[in-house]
């Protein structure tokens, strides 16, 4: 009997020694795997995303019974029929419905009973102004010269004054689209972008005076070129899919440029707070009002440009101390530490 009893407590031992050895390894792999991860590539922190601007899955429909305003078919005489224009309205205002709700774009519906003007109609993309007078914030575009391949269609006059708070959009079949995407898609040809450009300039000649010239970028050092890429990805990523249709890459959307160290463009953008946010940089402060942030932008191999998080990047090693504290001299024009 003692001899079974020495040999229970054995196999308790054994079997203990082994668990507690499969624990050290499993640790000793996490460990191991976390280490690695500063050898890999530098991926985009999941934050930096734009999950929430979704649009939501369900669609809000106009009531089959809300009839089509008198107005409708205003166009008639220019190539637009009203059926197709009540239809454009429908589209605008359900896509418009999933951010206001149902009771809000019934109550704002009679006050958008038409298309403000119609710049024409080709292989069924039909190019418009949809009349948007301050009545819905997410249709107020940001305005600056648009630059479609090398057509210039401009909505400021030669004092930089807004003189115009619609962006022309095209529709086809029930989308909408950015004049430049539906180019870029081959639902615009070049000639109809030159058609189109030309009603525009009858209606707002002193867009066109010849002292008004193309975009040339916000900051200097930085090539207006790269810029306007950097402003697309931030639209693509931080825009709802109405806000995309009239934001243009040719306006300002950081606020200062702070060097290119190592392809990582840092830029600065304010936030919407009145805190201060100070982060630490290689043990170095860098405070900002308005809990404001620096992003570093990247293109990958494949041309596709990312945001990423100013300490990842440090961290990870792609800014030299010297990097850090060139920034810092930068920030200290722009923010003066107070005495």
Same mark, same amino acid.
């Given at each position: 009997?003692?001899?079974?009893?020495?040999?229970?407590?054995?196999?308790?031992?054994?079997?203990?020694?082994?668990?507690?050895?499969?624990?050290?390894?499993?640790?000793?792999?996490?460990?191991?795997? !976390?280490?690695?991860?500063?050898? $890999?590539?530098?991926?985009?922190?999941?934050?930096?995303?734009?999950?929430?601007?979704?649009?939501?899955?369900?669609?809000?429909?106009?009531?089959? $019974?809300?009839?089509?305003?008198?107005?409708?078919?205003?166009?008639?005489?220019?190539?637009?029929?009203?059926?197709?224009?009540?239809?454009?309205?429908?589209?605008?205002?359900?896509?418009?419905?999933?951010?206001?709700?149902?009771?809000?774009?019934?109550?704002?519906?009679?006050?958008?009973?038409?298309?403000?003007?119609?710049?024409?109609?080709?292989?069924?993309?039909?190019?418009?102004?949809?009349?948007?007078?301050?009545?819905?914030?997410?249709?107020?575009?940001?305005?600056?010269?648009?630059? /479609?391949?090398?057509?210039?269609?401009?909505?400021?006059?030669?004092?930089?004054?807004?003189?115009?708070?619609?962006?022309?959009?095209?529709? %086809?079949?029930?989308?909408?689209?950015?004049?430049?995407?539906?180019?870029?898609?081959?639902?615009?040809?070049?000639?109809?972008?030159?058609?189109?450009?030309?009603?525009?300039? %009858?209606?707002?000649?002193?867009?066109?005076?010849?002292?008004?010239?193309?975009?040339?970028?916000?900051?200097?050092?930085?090539?207006?070129?790269?810029?306007?890429?950097?402003?697309?990805?931030?639209?693509?990523?931080?825009?709802?899919?109405?806000? !995309?249709?009239?934001?243009?890459?040719?306006?300002?959307?950081? $606020?200062?440029?702070?060097?290119?160290?190592?392809?990582?463009?840092?830029?600065?953008? %304010?936030?919407?707070?009145?805190?201060?946010?100070?982060?630490? /940089?290689?043990?170095?402060?860098?405070?900002?009002?308005?809990?404001?942030?620096?992003?570093?932008?990247?293109?990958?191999?494949?041309?596709?440009?990312?945001?990423?998080?100013?300490?990842?990047?440090?961290?990870?090693?792609?800014?030299?101390?010297?990097?850090?504290?060139?920034?810092?001299?930068?920030?200290?024009?722009?923010?003066?530490? !107070?005495?």
């Amino acid at each position: 009997m003692k001899y079974q009893k020495k040999t229970s407590i054995n196999y308790v031992w054994y079997i203990s020694a082994i668990i507690f050895f499969l624990i050290i390894l499993f640790s000793i792999s996490i460990f191991s795997c !976390k280490n690695d991860t500063n050898n $890999e590539e530098l991926i985009p922190p999941s934050a930096i995303t734009n999950e929430t601007n979704e649009l939501p899955e369900k669609e809000i429909i106009i009531p089959k $019974e809300l009839a089509p305003p008198s107005t409708v078919g205003s166009f008639e005489n220019e190539g637009l029929s009203a059926q197709t224009e009540w239809r454009i309205i429908q589209d605008y205002f359900n896509n418009c419905g999933q951010y206001y709700g149902p009771n809000t774009l019934y109550s704002l519906l009679p006050y958008y009973h038409n298309l403000n003007k119609y710049y024409g109609t080709y292989n069924g993309c039909v190019a418009f102004t949809m009349n948007t007078d301050g009545k819905i914030p997410y249709f107020k575009p940001d305005i600056g010269p648009n630059s /479609i391949d090398d057509i210039l269609i401009s909505y400021i006059d030669i004092n930089n004054a807004i003189i115009y708070y619609r962006v022309i959009i095209a529709w %086809k079949e029930g989308k909408f689209y950015r004049l430049r995407d539906a180019y870029d898609l081959g639902l615009l040809e070049y000639e109809n972008i030159i058609m189109i450009k030309n009603l525009h300039v %009858k209606e707002y000649p002193q867009c066109y005076t010849p002292d008004i010239e193309p975009w040339k970028g916000n900051f200097d050092g930085l090539d207006a070129e790269t810029e306007k890429i950097i402003n697309q990805d931030y639209i693509d990523l931080w825009s709802n899919p109405l806000e !995309k249709l009239i934001r243009i890459p040719e306006n300002k959307y950081f $606020e200062y440029y702070y060097g290119t160290y190592n392809n990582f463009v840092i830029v600065y953008r %304010k936030g919407q707070t009145f805190a201060f946010n100070t982060i630490y /940089i290689s043990n170095i402060a860098f405070t900002f009002p308005s809990g404001g942030q620096m992003y570093g932008w990247k293109q990958d191999i494949n041309g596709i440009g990312f945001f990423y998080n100013i300490k990842e990047i440090n961290e990870r090693g792609y800014l030299s101390i010297d990097d850090v504290n060139k920034m810092y001299e930068i920030h200290q024009s722009i923010f003066p530490p !107070k005495k």
